[in-house]
C-alpha cells in the first residue's frame, strides 16, 4: 500500500517536471518569487539532504536550485523536495514558512519524506490559487488541517498523510471538485467523514486510514464512478457495508480493516469486476461469505480474518476467482474440518486459516508457490515431517496450537525459510535439527515452546540473523553455550521453564539488541553478569526461581525491574531486592 502512494507521488512529480522543467537557463526569476524561496529556507533549521545548499545565487530559475521549476515567465510554478521514505539519513528540521503562500504562480507543492519539519500548515497555502499538487506526507506537521485549503479550486491532488494532524476533517475540503487523489492517512484526524465529500466524484484514489474517524462508511462512495483505490482501515467506523460501495466496477483494492463494522457481506460484491485486493478483516462481520465472490476474476488477495464469519464456506468451481493468489479465513466462527478443494487445489502464495476448526492430518498443499502457511489454533494431528521438503518458495511456517506429534530431527524446510512457529504442540526431539552449522542465514524466528524437546541447547555458528528464539517449557538441559554471543541480530530470547544448569555466560552481554530476556525458572547459578549492563535496548527480563546469588547488576534497567523478575532466588541482592550485606544501598543510577 506505501509503494503505491510512492509510485504514485512519483509519477505525479515526474509528470508535472516534464511539463515544467526545472531548467531553464533563459530565464531570471522573480525576484518576489526567489525572496519566498528564502523565507522557506530560513525556516529549515538543519537539512541534511544537502538540497537547499544550492539555494545560492540570484536566479532560482536558471536550474542550480534543487527542486524549484520556473515557467517561461520567470515565475516558481513547481517546489518538489521528497525523499524516498526508507531513508533514514536524510531529513529536514524545522517549519513551513508562511512565505510559501507568496508564490502566485505555483502549481506543484510536495515537501514529502522530511520527517522532522514541524508546526502547523500556514494559512498562507490557501492564498496558491493556481495549485493543482500539494503534498506534505511524512513530515511531523500537527494541528489542525486548515480549512483554508478547500479555496483551491484547481487541486487535483490532496496529501496529507503521515503527519500529526488531529481535529475534525474539513467540510470545505468538499469544495475541491477537481481531486483526483486525496489522501489524509496515517494521521490522528477524528469525527466522522464529511457529508460535503460527496461532491468529489471525480475520485481515483481516496485514503483516510490510520486514524480516529467515526460514524459510518458514506453511501455517496459508490457515486465515485471513477475510484481505484479506498482505503478506510485502521478507524472506529461502524454500522454496515453500504451496498452502493459495491457497485464501483473500476475499484481495484478496497480496504476497510481494523473498523467495527457489522452486518453480512452484501451479495452485490461480485460486482466488483475490476477489484484486486479485498481486506475485511478485524471488524464484527457475521453471516456466510457471500457465492457471488467467486465472480471477481481479477481478485488476488482476500482478508476477512478476525470477523465472525461462519458457515457454510461458499461452493467455488476450478474457474472461479482465477487470479486468487493470498486468502485469510483465520479467526471467525468457521468449521471446515479440512481445506476446501478449491483452496488447497491452487497455486496460492499466502494461505492463512488459523482457528478454523481444521482436524486430522496435515493436509498436502500444492508446494511449488507457497510462501507462508498459517494453520495455528486448529486440531491438526500427527507428522508434517516431510512436507515441506519441495516447498522451495516457503519463508513462514506457523502451524502453533494444535496436536501435532514427531520428532523435530525429522523436519525438512527449505533453506530460505525465515519463520518457523511450532509452539505448544507435542513436538519432541532435540534443537540439533534446526539449530547446526547448516542453519541458513535467512532464518530469522524460532518459537518451538511449550513442546516436550530435550536435550542441550547447541552451539550457536557465526552469521545466524535470528532475531527471535522461544524454547520456553521444554525439557531441555544443559548450559547456556557462550557462543550465544554470535546471535548479534537477537532480540528477544525465552529459555524459561527447562532444566538449564550452569551459570549465564558473560558473552550474552554482547547480544547488544536484545530487548527481551527470559530465563525464568531453570536451575542456573552464580551471578547475573555485569556485562548485561552493555545490553541498552532491554525492555524486559526475568531472572525468577533459578539457583542465583550475589549482586543485581546496578544499572538500568537492571535494577528499576519490578522485585518479581529475580524472586525465588538463593541469594540475590541489591536494587530493586534488599542491599547486599555490607553494601550501602545506593540511588537508582
Keep these: 500500500m506505501q509503494l503505491l502512494k510512492w509510485v504514485l507521488n512519483l509519477l505525479l512529480v515526474c509528470s508535472m517536471l516534464q511539463v515544467f522543467p526545472l531548467s531553464l537557463a533563459q530565464t531570471i526569476c522573480s525576484e518576489a518569487d526567489r525572496a519566498a524561496l528564502l523565507g522557506f529556507k530560513a525556516k529549515i533549521l538543519k537539512d541534511s539532504t544537502g538540497s537547499l545548499s544550492s539555494w ?20 516558481v510554478n513547481t517546489l518538489a523536495l521528497q525523499i524516498p521514505e526508507r531513508d533514514s539519513t536524510l531529513y529536514m528540521k524545522g517549519t513551513l514558512s508562511s512565505s510559501l503562500g507568496s508564490l502566485q ?5 510536495v515537501i514529502s519524506g522530511m520527517k522532522f519539519i514541524t508546526g502547523p500548515v500556514p494559512e498562507s497555502l490557501s492564498n496558491l490559487s493556481r495549485l493543482k499538487q500539494l503534498v506534505l506526507e511524512d513530515n511531523s506537521l500537527q494541528g489542525n488541517i486548515p480549512s483554508g485549503l478547500g479555496r483551491l479550486s484547481f487541486l487535483q491532488t490532496l496529501s496529507l498523510a503521515g503527519n500529526h494532524f488531529n481535529g475534525v476533517v474539513p467540510l470545505s475540503l468538499g469544495n475541491l471538485r477537481n481531486l ?25 484514489s481516496f485514503d483516510l486510514s490510520f486514524n480516529l474517524l467515526s460514524g459510518f462508511v458514506p453511501e455517496f462512495l459508490g457515486q465515485f464512478h471513477n475510484i481505484t483505490f479506498i482505503d478506510l482501515s485502521n478507524n472506529q467506523l461502524s454500522g454496515h457495508l453500504p451496498v452502493s460501495l459495491f457497485n464501483l466496477v473500476t475499484l481495484s483494492d478496497l480496504s476497510l480493516s481494523h473498523n467495527q463494522l457489522t452486518g453480512s457481506i452484501p451479495d452485490q460484491v461480485g460486482n466488483l469486476k475490476s477489484l484486486t485486493s479485498l481486506s475485511l478483516s478485524h471488524n464484527k462481520l457475521i453471516g456466510p461469505i457471500p457465492a457471488s465472490i467467486s465472480r471477481l476474476q481479477k481478485l488476488w488477495s482476500l482478508n476477512l480474518s478476525r470477523n465472525g464469519f461462519s458457515n457454510p464456506l461458499p461452493a467455488i468451481s476450478s474457474k472461479g476467482v482465477p487470479s486468487l493468489l493470498s486468502i485469510d479465513l483465520s479467526f471467525n466462527n468457521l468449521s471446515l474440518g479440512t481445506v476446501p478443494n478449491w483452496i488447497m487445489d491452487r497455486q496460492l502464495s499466502d494461505v492463512n486459516l488459523a482457528s478454523c476448526k481444521l482436524r486430522g492430518a496435515f493436509p ?13 489454533s486448529n486440531l491438526l494431528t500427527g507428522t508434517i515431517s516431510t512436507h ?11 502451524l ?38 547448516r542453519t541458513s542465514s535467512f532464518l530469522e524466528v524460532i518459537d518451538v515452546s511449550n513442546n516436550l524437546i530435550s536435550g542441550t541447547i547447541p552451539e550457536f555458528t557465526e552469521g545466524l540473523s535470528l532475531k527471535v528464539l522461544n524454547i520456553g517449557s521444554n525439557k531441555i538441559a544443559g548450559q547456556i553455550p557462550s557462543s550465544i554471543s554470535n546471535l548479534i541480530e537477537l532480540e528477544r530470547l525465552d529459555i524459561s521453564r527447562n532444566q538449564i544448569t550452569g551459570t549465564i555466560p558473560a558473552s550474552l552481554g554482547q547480544v547488544v539488541k536484545l530487548q527481551w530476556l527470559d530465563l525464568s525458572i531453570n536451575r542456573l547459578t552464580g551471578k547475573i553478569p555485569t556485562s548485561l549492563l552493555g545490553i541498552h535496548s532491554l525492555r524486559h527480563a526475568n531472572f525468577r526461581a533459578n539457583r542465583l546469588c550475589g549482586e543485581i547488576p546496578q544499572g538500568r534497567p537492571y535494577n528499576i525491574f519490578p522485585a518479581s523478575a529475580y524472586a525465588y532466588n538463593l541469594c540475590l541482592c541489591g536494587k530493586p531486592l534488599q542491599p547486599c550485606k555490607g553494601k550501602k544501598q545506593e540511588m537508582v543510577q
Design 105 to 109: 504562480f505555483l502549481e506543484v507543492l
Design 56 to 75: 545560492v545565487g540570484k536566479d532560482c530559475c536558471g536550474g542550480d536550485w534543487e527542486g524549484v521549476g520556473c515557467n517561461p515567465t520567470g515565475r
Design 180 to 204: 483526483v487523489m486525496l489522501n489524509l492517512g496515517r494521521n490522528s484526524l477524528t469525527g466522522s467523514i464529511p457529508s460535503s465529500f460527496k461532491n468529489l466524484v471525480h475520485l481515483q
Design 364 to 376: 498436502k498443499f500444492r508446494p511449488d508457490s507457497l510462501s507462508s502457511i498459517d494453520l495455528s
Design 388 to 398: 515441506f521438503t519441495n516447498m522451495t518458495s516457503l519463508q513462514k511456517l506457523k
Design 400 to 437: 502453533s496450537n494444535n496436536q501435532l506429534k514427531f520428532d523435530l530431527s525429522e523436519l525438512k524446510v527449505p533453506d530460505g525459510i525465515s519463520s518457523i512457529d511450532l509452539h505448544s504442540n507435542r513436538v519432541f526431539g532435540s534443537l540439533s535439527s534446526i539449530l547446526n552449522n
